[in-house]
């Protein structure tokens, strides 16, 4: 089991740049791919990037291509999502997931564990 821990959100203007953290406990991070998702207020909770177990491979929405980077810290738990440019539309709760196996998922009900979620406002 793993629990997972998000931070860094917090409000910028448009056009800024985030950094967001997911702390991962237990002693088996890198044998989960990981993912993050986000959900708008009355909306559903939808895939944003996942990243394998090694961080070798990547995905992401084409919302986010070229403007969001995923990456992984295996010697500390950790996944991070840069996110630059930010538009307003990017405002919403953001949650990190673990998923064993090396498949990169996309579906919420895929994963196996979630974060509590973290507040990312993009103000215009």
């Known amino acids: 089991q793993v629990q997972l821990v998000e931070s860094g959100g917090g409000l910028v203007q448009a056009g800024g740049s985030l950094r967001l953290s997911c702390a991962a406990s237990g002693r088996t991070f890198s044998s989960y791919a990981m993912g993050w998702f986000r959900q708008a207020p009355g909306k559903e909770r939808e895939f944003v990037t996942a990243i394998s177990r090694s961080g070798d491979n990547t995905y992401y929405a084409d919302s986010v291509k070229g403007r969001f980077t995923i990456s992984r810290d295996n010697a500390k738990n950790t996944v991070y999502l840069q996110m630059n440019s930010l538009k307003p539309e990017d405002t919403a709760v953001y949650y990190c997931?673990?998923?064993?196996?090396?498949?990169?998922?996309?579906?919420?009900?895929?994963?196996?564990?979630w974060g509590q979620g973290t507040q990312v406002t993009v103000s215009s």
């Open positions: 997931a673990a998923v064993v196996g090396i498949v990169l998922r996309t579906i919420s009900s895929q994963y196996d564990y």
